[in-house]
Protein backbone atom coordinates (compact mmCIF):
# COMPACT_ATOMS: atom_id res chain seq x y z
CA UNK A 1 0.00 0.00 0.00
CA UNK A 2 1.62 3.76 -1.08
CA UNK A 3 1.50 6.49 1.17
CA UNK A 4 -1.39 8.09 -0.71
CA UNK A 5 -3.57 5.11 0.08
CA UNK A 6 -3.32 5.36 3.80
CA UNK A 7 -6.20 6.76 6.04
CA UNK A 8 -3.06 8.92 7.79
CA UNK A 9 -2.45 12.25 7.04
CA UNK A 10 0.77 13.57 5.67
CA UNK A 11 1.99 15.13 9.35
CA UNK A 12 0.91 11.67 10.79
CA UNK A 13 2.99 9.75 8.44
CA UNK A 14 5.77 12.07 9.35
CA UNK A 15 4.64 10.96 12.93
CA UNK A 16 4.40 7.42 12.56
CA UNK A 17 7.81 7.28 10.70
CA UNK A 18 9.77 8.85 14.09
CA UNK A 19 7.15 6.68 16.05
CA UNK A 20 9.38 3.28 14.46
CA UNK A 21 12.49 5.01 15.46
CA UNK A 22 11.69 4.61 18.79
CA UNK A 23 11.66 8.31 19.43
CA UNK A 24 9.74 9.46 22.78
CA UNK A 25 7.01 12.14 22.28
CA UNK A 26 8.97 14.83 23.10
CA UNK A 27 11.55 14.26 20.81
CA UNK A 28 9.30 13.84 18.14
CA UNK A 29 8.04 17.13 19.50
CA UNK A 30 11.72 18.80 18.57
CA UNK A 31 11.70 16.76 15.58
CA UNK A 32 8.02 18.27 13.92
CA UNK A 33 8.31 21.69 16.10
CA UNK A 34 5.01 20.59 17.40
CA UNK A 35 4.15 20.56 21.50
CA UNK A 36 3.93 17.30 23.20
CA UNK A 37 0.20 17.52 23.46
CA UNK A 38 -0.18 18.34 19.45
CA UNK A 39 1.82 14.54 19.07
CA UNK A 40 -0.37 13.02 21.68
CA UNK A 41 -3.37 14.17 20.02
CA UNK A 42 -1.90 13.31 16.77
CA UNK A 43 -1.37 9.81 18.81
CA UNK A 44 -4.77 9.55 19.40
CA UNK A 45 -6.16 9.96 15.73
CA UNK A 46 -3.64 7.87 14.72
CA UNK A 47 -4.51 4.57 16.88
CA UNK A 48 -8.61 5.51 15.89
CA UNK A 49 -7.39 4.99 12.49
CA UNK A 50 -5.39 2.02 12.39
CA UNK A 51 -7.63 0.12 15.35
CA UNK A 52 -4.49 0.23 17.18
CA UNK A 53 -3.88 0.73 20.95
CA UNK A 54 -0.28 1.65 21.75
CA UNK A 55 3.07 2.72 20.39
CA UNK A 56 3.84 -1.20 19.35
CA UNK A 57 0.83 -2.03 17.48
CA UNK A 58 1.11 1.22 15.16
CA UNK A 59 4.99 0.53 14.72
CA UNK A 60 3.83 -3.42 13.62
CA UNK A 61 0.81 -2.52 11.19
CA UNK A 62 3.14 0.53 9.85
CA UNK A 63 5.74 -2.00 9.22
CA UNK A 64 3.46 -4.45 7.57
CA UNK A 65 1.55 -2.34 4.76
CA UNK A 66 5.39 -1.29 4.50
CA UNK A 67 4.81 2.28 5.17
CA UNK A 68 8.30 1.88 7.50
CA UNK A 69 11.63 0.17 6.88
CA UNK A 70 13.07 -1.67 9.57
CA UNK A 71 17.19 -1.60 10.25
CA UNK A 72 18.59 -5.00 9.46
CA UNK A 73 19.46 -6.40 12.74
CA UNK A 74 22.93 -8.40 11.21
CA UNK A 75 25.95 -6.52 11.12
CA UNK A 76 27.09 -5.69 7.54
CA UNK A 77 23.12 -6.23 6.86
CA UNK A 78 22.19 -3.71 3.89
CA UNK A 79 18.79 -2.09 4.47
CA UNK A 80 15.73 -3.13 2.61
CA UNK A 81 14.81 -1.12 -1.03
CA UNK A 82 18.44 0.55 -0.69
CA UNK A 83 16.98 3.35 1.64
CA UNK A 84 19.35 4.45 4.81
CA UNK A 85 19.29 2.32 8.41
CA UNK A 86 16.70 4.60 10.30
CA UNK A 87 18.45 5.46 13.97
CA UNK A 88 16.74 5.71 16.75
CA UNK A 89 16.21 9.20 18.27
CA UNK A 90 17.40 8.91 21.76
CA UNK A 91 19.38 11.26 24.02
CA UNK A 92 23.27 10.52 24.03
CA UNK A 93 23.18 7.87 26.80
CA UNK A 94 26.39 6.57 27.54
CA UNK A 95 25.36 3.02 27.50
CA UNK A 96 21.97 3.62 25.93
CA UNK A 97 21.41 -0.51 25.78
CA UNK A 98 21.42 -0.34 29.47
CA UNK A 99 17.65 0.85 28.86
CA UNK A 100 16.11 -1.99 27.22
CA UNK A 101 12.76 -2.17 25.31
CA UNK A 102 10.46 -4.44 26.32
CA UNK A 103 8.87 -6.93 23.64
CA UNK A 104 4.76 -6.44 23.71
CA UNK A 105 4.12 -9.25 24.66
CA UNK A 106 6.28 -9.37 27.37
CA UNK A 107 5.18 -6.49 28.78
CA UNK A 108 1.27 -7.18 28.57
CA UNK A 109 2.46 -10.14 30.84
CA UNK A 110 4.61 -7.88 33.42
CA UNK A 111 1.59 -5.57 33.38
CA UNK A 112 -0.86 -8.55 34.54
CA UNK A 113 1.50 -10.03 37.14
CA UNK A 114 2.56 -6.50 38.61
CA UNK A 115 -1.35 -5.34 39.03
CA UNK A 116 -2.19 -8.80 40.56
CA UNK A 117 0.21 -8.13 43.42
CA UNK A 118 -0.70 -4.25 43.18
CA UNK A 119 -4.73 -5.38 43.76
CA UNK A 120 -3.04 -8.19 46.51
CA UNK A 121 -1.19 -5.49 48.09
CA UNK A 122 -3.28 -2.59 47.85
CA UNK A 123 -6.51 -4.46 48.52
CA UNK A 124 -6.91 -3.56 52.40
CA UNK A 125 -6.88 0.37 51.43
CA UNK A 126 -9.41 -0.83 48.59
CA UNK A 127 -11.88 -2.29 50.52
CA UNK A 128 -11.63 0.55 53.14
CA UNK A 129 -12.61 3.23 50.16
CA UNK A 130 -8.84 4.62 49.76
CA UNK A 131 -8.17 3.35 45.91
CA UNK A 132 -10.47 3.63 42.98
CA UNK A 133 -9.86 1.30 40.04
CA UNK A 134 -7.46 1.86 37.29
CA UNK A 135 -8.12 3.11 33.84
CA UNK A 136 -6.36 2.53 30.82
CA UNK A 137 -4.04 5.08 29.66
CA UNK A 138 -5.44 6.03 25.80
CA UNK A 139 -1.88 7.36 24.87
CA UNK A 140 0.19 4.13 26.06
CA UNK A 141 -2.39 1.65 26.14
CA UNK A 142 -1.14 0.35 29.67
CA UNK A 143 -2.56 0.72 33.01
CA UNK A 144 -0.94 2.64 35.77
CA UNK A 145 -0.25 1.99 38.85
CA UNK A 146 -3.09 1.05 41.36
CA UNK A 147 -4.21 4.97 42.26
CA UNK A 148 -4.40 6.16 45.94
CA UNK A 149 -7.64 8.88 47.17
CA UNK A 150 -6.02 12.05 46.33
CA UNK A 151 -6.69 13.25 49.31
CA UNK A 152 -4.81 10.91 51.00
CA UNK A 153 -1.72 9.97 49.04
CA UNK A 154 1.58 11.04 50.40
CA UNK A 155 3.01 12.48 47.36
CA UNK A 156 3.36 16.28 46.33
CA UNK A 157 4.79 17.36 42.93
CA UNK A 158 7.32 20.50 43.32
CA UNK A 159 9.57 22.48 41.60
CA UNK A 160 10.72 20.66 38.80
CA UNK A 161 14.94 20.19 38.12
CA UNK A 162 15.85 22.93 35.58
CA UNK A 163 17.84 20.16 33.53
CA UNK A 164 16.27 16.76 33.14
CA UNK A 165 18.63 13.84 33.41
CA UNK A 166 18.69 10.08 34.37
CA UNK A 167 21.81 8.46 36.08
CA UNK A 168 22.29 11.47 38.13
CA UNK A 169 23.89 11.32 41.68
CA UNK A 170 21.02 13.26 44.66
CA UNK A 171 21.75 13.43 48.38
CA UNK A 172 20.99 15.66 50.89
CA UNK A 173 22.87 18.14 53.20
CA UNK A 174 21.97 20.86 55.51
CA UNK A 175 18.34 20.63 54.41
CA UNK A 176 18.99 21.00 50.61
CA UNK A 177 18.88 18.29 47.85
CA UNK A 178 21.93 18.16 45.50
CA UNK A 179 21.34 16.62 41.93
CA UNK A 180 24.81 15.90 40.37
CA UNK A 181 26.14 15.02 36.53
CA UNK A 182 23.96 12.75 35.34
CA UNK A 183 23.10 12.64 31.46
CA UNK A 184 21.10 15.08 29.76
CA UNK A 185 19.45 15.44 26.44
CA UNK A 186 23.15 16.81 24.91
CA UNK A 187 24.59 13.88 26.73
CA UNK A 188 26.78 13.57 30.10
CA UNK A 189 26.61 16.19 31.89
CA UNK A 190 28.58 17.66 34.89
CA UNK A 191 25.82 20.39 35.93
CA UNK A 192 25.22 20.80 39.97
CA UNK A 193 21.69 22.10 40.66
CA UNK A 194 20.67 22.55 44.34
CA UNK A 195 16.68 22.05 45.21
CA UNK A 196 16.00 24.35 48.66
CA UNK A 197 12.80 22.55 49.97
CA UNK A 198 11.65 25.59 51.65
CA UNK A 199 11.94 28.44 48.87
CA UNK A 200 10.85 25.53 46.49
CA UNK A 201 13.74 26.85 43.98
CA UNK A 202 16.49 25.52 42.13
CA UNK A 203 19.83 27.09 41.93
CA UNK A 204 22.89 26.09 40.13
CA UNK A 205 26.82 25.70 41.85
CA UNK A 206 30.00 24.71 40.81
CA UNK A 207 30.27 22.17 37.82
CA UNK A 208 31.84 18.98 38.75
CA UNK A 209 34.74 18.80 36.98
CA UNK A 210 34.53 15.10 35.09
CA UNK A 211 31.08 15.23 33.22
CA UNK A 212 29.57 11.19 34.06
CA UNK A 213 26.34 10.08 34.52
CA UNK A 214 24.61 6.62 36.54
CA UNK A 215 26.46 7.78 39.31
CA UNK A 216 25.94 8.16 42.98
CA UNK A 217 27.01 10.61 46.00
CA UNK A 218 27.35 10.43 49.83
CA UNK A 219 27.29 12.91 52.01
CA UNK A 220 29.82 12.63 54.90
CA UNK A 221 31.31 15.06 57.40
CA UNK A 222 29.78 18.00 55.71
CA UNK A 223 31.64 17.07 52.01
CA UNK A 224 29.55 15.57 49.04
CA UNK A 225 31.52 12.36 47.67
CA UNK A 226 31.10 11.14 44.05
CA UNK A 227 32.98 8.31 42.49
CA UNK A 228 33.52 6.92 39.38
CA UNK A 229 30.54 7.22 36.63
CA UNK A 230 30.17 6.89 32.65
CA UNK A 231 31.82 9.35 30.49
CA UNK A 232 30.52 10.15 27.44
CA UNK A 233 33.10 7.69 25.72
CA UNK A 234 30.75 5.10 27.59
CA UNK A 235 33.50 4.52 29.82
CA UNK A 236 33.61 3.87 33.08
CA UNK A 237 36.03 6.00 35.31
CA UNK A 238 38.13 5.49 38.33
CA UNK A 239 37.87 9.27 39.62
CA UNK A 240 36.65 10.34 43.27
CA UNK A 241 35.39 13.86 43.43
CA UNK A 242 34.64 15.98 46.47
CA UNK A 243 32.24 18.71 46.65
CA UNK A 244 32.82 21.33 49.19
CA UNK A 245 29.00 22.93 49.93
CA UNK A 246 30.35 25.67 52.15
CA UNK A 247 33.17 26.97 49.67
CA UNK A 248 30.96 25.64 46.39
CA UNK A 249 34.27 24.13 44.94
CA UNK A 250 35.60 20.61 44.07
CA UNK A 251 39.15 18.72 44.75
CA UNK A 252 39.94 15.14 43.80
CA UNK A 253 40.69 12.02 46.47
CA UNK A 254 42.04 8.67 45.82
CA UNK A 255 41.38 6.97 42.92
CA UNK A 256 39.11 4.01 43.14
CA UNK A 257 40.49 0.32 42.87
CA UNK A 258 38.62 -0.04 38.92
CA UNK A 259 36.97 2.32 37.18
CA UNK A 260 33.02 1.51 37.78
CA UNK A 261 29.38 3.24 36.98
CA UNK A 262 25.96 1.96 37.85
CA UNK A 263 27.07 1.07 40.98
CA UNK A 264 25.40 1.28 44.72
CA UNK A 265 26.80 3.40 46.89
CA UNK A 266 26.16 4.01 51.00
CA UNK A 267 27.43 5.51 53.96
CA UNK A 268 27.87 4.09 57.43
CA UNK A 269 29.74 5.65 60.82
CA UNK A 270 31.75 7.84 58.44
CA UNK A 271 32.90 5.22 55.87
CA UNK A 272 31.42 4.98 51.95
CA UNK A 273 30.85 1.72 50.36
CA UNK A 274 30.16 1.04 46.72
CA UNK A 275 29.13 -2.05 45.71
CA UNK A 276 28.77 -3.75 42.42
CA UNK A 277 28.61 -1.78 38.86
CA UNK A 278 30.16 -1.98 35.59
CA UNK A 279 33.61 -2.24 35.02
CA UNK A 280 33.66 -1.64 31.29
CA UNK A 281 33.88 -5.33 30.93
CA UNK A 282 30.81 -6.54 32.36
CA UNK A 283 28.96 -6.75 35.82
CA UNK A 284 31.25 -6.98 38.78
CA UNK A 285 30.10 -8.42 42.41
CA UNK A 286 33.13 -6.49 44.08
CA UNK A 287 32.73 -3.90 47.70
CA UNK A 288 34.54 -1.62 48.01
CA UNK A 289 35.18 0.73 51.16
CA UNK A 290 36.67 4.20 51.71
CA UNK A 291 37.76 6.11 54.26
CA UNK A 292 37.38 9.80 54.06
CA UNK A 293 40.07 10.50 56.69
CA UNK A 294 42.67 8.49 55.61
CA UNK A 295 41.55 9.12 51.54
CA UNK A 296 41.90 5.39 51.17
CA UNK A 297 40.26 2.36 49.66
CA UNK A 298 40.14 -1.31 50.69
CA UNK A 299 38.68 -4.18 49.48
CA UNK A 300 35.83 -6.33 51.28
CA UNK A 301 34.10 -9.45 50.67
CA UNK A 302 32.40 -9.42 47.66
CA UNK A 303 28.84 -9.76 46.81
CA UNK A 304 27.52 -13.33 45.99
CA UNK A 305 25.53 -11.66 42.47
CA UNK A 306 27.23 -9.86 39.94
CA UNK A 307 25.18 -6.64 38.93
CA UNK A 308 24.55 -3.08 38.01
CA UNK A 309 21.83 -0.85 38.40
CA UNK A 310 21.44 -1.32 42.14
CA UNK A 311 20.87 -0.04 44.95
CA UNK A 312 22.05 0.84 48.77
CA UNK A 313 20.95 2.33 51.71
CA UNK A 314 22.10 1.82 56.05
CA UNK A 315 20.30 1.48 58.96
CA UNK A 316 21.81 1.22 62.36
CA UNK A 317 24.93 -1.35 61.66
CA UNK A 318 24.01 -2.59 58.54
CA UNK A 319 24.30 -1.85 54.36
CA UNK A 320 21.21 -2.91 52.79
CA UNK A 321 21.54 -3.76 49.35
CA UNK A 322 18.56 -3.86 46.96
CA UNK A 323 17.88 -5.02 43.44
CA UNK A 324 19.78 -4.77 40.93
CA UNK A 325 20.15 -5.61 36.79
CA UNK A 326 22.60 -8.02 34.48
CA UNK A 327 21.41 -7.61 31.10
CA UNK A 328 19.79 -11.00 31.59
CA UNK A 329 17.58 -10.65 34.72
CA UNK A 330 16.24 -8.12 36.73
CA UNK A 331 16.40 -9.30 40.45
CA UNK A 332 14.06 -8.60 43.74
CA UNK A 333 16.34 -9.44 46.22
CA UNK A 334 17.48 -7.49 49.36
CA UNK A 335 21.53 -8.47 51.53
CA UNK A 336 22.54 -6.92 54.11
CA UNK A 337 26.64 -6.06 54.78
CA UNK A 338 27.70 -6.31 58.46
CA UNK A 339 30.67 -4.35 58.36
CA UNK A 340 31.76 -5.39 61.15
CA UNK A 341 31.80 -9.07 60.49
CA UNK A 342 32.28 -8.18 56.80
CA UNK A 343 29.72 -11.07 55.82
CA UNK A 344 26.40 -10.90 53.89
CA UNK A 345 22.79 -12.22 54.86
CA UNK A 346 20.16 -12.81 52.78
CA UNK A 347 16.78 -11.65 53.36
CA UNK A 348 13.21 -11.34 52.05
CA UNK A 349 13.27 -10.12 48.34
CA UNK A 350 11.11 -6.93 47.36
CA UNK A 351 7.20 -7.76 46.02
CA UNK A 352 8.97 -7.16 42.51
CA UNK A 353 12.28 -7.30 40.14
CA UNK A 354 13.59 -3.63 40.31
CA UNK A 355 16.78 -2.19 38.31
CA UNK A 356 17.57 1.32 37.54
CA UNK A 357 15.83 2.38 40.98
CA UNK A 358 16.53 4.20 43.88
CA UNK A 359 17.04 3.66 48.15
CA UNK A 360 16.86 5.91 50.86
CA UNK A 361 16.99 4.80 54.34
CA UNK A 362 14.67 6.76 56.70
CA UNK A 363 14.93 6.03 60.51
CA UNK A 364 14.38 2.53 60.84
CA UNK A 365 12.56 1.87 57.27
CA UNK A 366 14.50 1.36 53.72
CA UNK A 367 12.77 3.24 50.72
CA UNK A 368 12.95 1.80 47.17
CA UNK A 369 11.47 3.90 44.42
CA UNK A 370 11.46 2.96 40.70
CA UNK A 371 12.50 0.85 38.85
CA UNK A 372 11.51 -1.22 36.03
CA UNK A 373 13.90 -2.36 33.55
CA UNK A 374 12.08 -5.69 31.91
CA UNK A 375 9.22 -4.96 34.19
CA UNK A 376 6.32 -2.87 34.98
CA UNK A 377 6.34 -0.83 38.47
CA UNK A 378 3.02 0.08 39.86
CA UNK A 379 4.21 0.56 43.15
CA UNK A 380 7.20 1.38 45.40
CA UNK A 381 8.07 -0.72 48.37
CA UNK A 382 9.02 0.01 51.93
CA UNK A 383 10.95 -2.62 54.46
CA UNK A 384 11.19 -2.51 57.51
CA UNK A 385 13.97 -3.95 59.36
CA UNK A 386 12.14 -4.85 62.76
CA UNK A 387 9.49 -7.31 61.17
CA UNK A 388 11.84 -8.10 58.23
CA UNK A 389 8.55 -7.29 56.10
CA UNK A 390 8.22 -5.15 52.68
CA UNK A 391 4.97 -3.26 52.72
CA UNK A 392 3.57 -1.20 49.18
CA UNK A 393 4.35 2.35 48.84
CA UNK A 394 2.17 4.14 45.85
CA UNK A 395 4.53 5.96 43.04
CA UNK A 396 3.82 8.93 41.49
CA UNK A 397 5.32 7.76 38.23
CA UNK A 398 3.69 4.53 36.79
CA UNK A 399 5.29 2.10 34.83
CA UNK A 400 9.07 2.38 34.59
CA UNK A 401 11.24 4.87 36.54
CA UNK A 402 14.92 4.74 36.25
CA UNK A 403 17.34 6.30 37.04
CA UNK A 404 16.36 8.59 39.28
CA UNK A 405 17.94 9.70 42.42
CA UNK A 406 16.52 10.23 46.12
CA UNK A 407 17.50 12.19 49.27
CA UNK A 408 15.80 12.47 52.55
CA UNK A 409 15.13 15.92 54.35
CA UNK A 410 12.79 15.84 57.08
CA UNK A 411 9.62 14.93 56.88
CA UNK A 412 10.34 14.44 53.30
CA UNK A 413 12.12 12.24 50.74
CA UNK A 414 12.55 13.43 47.44
CA UNK A 415 12.35 11.42 44.56
CA UNK A 416 13.79 13.23 41.22
CA UNK A 417 14.63 13.16 37.85
CA UNK A 418 14.91 9.59 35.87
CA UNK A 419 13.57 8.10 32.92
CA UNK A 420 10.58 7.01 31.44
CA UNK A 421 10.03 7.39 27.52
CA UNK A 422 12.28 10.20 27.81
CA UNK A 423 14.01 12.37 30.27
CA UNK A 424 12.49 13.19 33.24
CA UNK A 425 12.84 16.75 35.50
CA UNK A 426 10.15 15.37 38.19
CA UNK A 427 10.59 16.47 41.53
CA UNK A 428 7.91 14.71 43.95
CA UNK A 429 8.29 14.70 47.53
CA UNK A 430 6.70 11.87 49.73
CA UNK A 431 5.67 12.70 53.44
CA UNK A 432 7.94 9.90 55.18
CA UNK A 433 7.29 11.13 58.83
CA UNK A 434 4.77 12.68 60.73
CA UNK A 435 4.93 14.63 63.98
CA UNK A 436 2.31 13.60 66.46
CA UNK A 437 1.91 16.35 69.51
CA UNK A 438 1.58 14.68 72.65
CA UNK A 439 -0.02 16.97 75.18
Known amino acids: MSDEQTPLSDREMELVRLLATGATNQQIARELVISVNTVKVHLRNIYAKLGV ?25 EPPDGE ?18 VSWGKRMALVVASLLAAVALFLPQMLQGGATAAET ?4 GVFPTVPVDSTKTRWSTRAQMPTPRTGLAVTAHEGLVYAIGGVSSS ?30 AVEVGGKIYVPGGIDDE ?3 RDI ?16 MPEPLGAYGLAHLDGQIYLLGGLNGQGYVASVYRYDPATDRWETLQPMETARGFLAAASIRDRIYVVGGYDDINEFNTLDAYEPATDTWTSLPPMTLPRGGMAAVAVREHLYVIGGGMDGYMAFNERYDPRVNAWNPVETPVSEQWRGLGVAFVNPYLYAIGGWKEELLSVNEAYRAL ?4 VP
Open 53 to 77: ASRTEATMFAVRQGWVGVAAETEGA
Open 434 to 437: YQIM
Open 234 to 236: RQP
Open 84 to 101: AASTPLQPALPVPDRWPR
Open 187 to 216: GVTARVEVYDPEADIWTARQSKPTAVGFVS
Open 137 to 140: DPIS
Open 240 to 255: LEIYDPVEDSWNAGAS
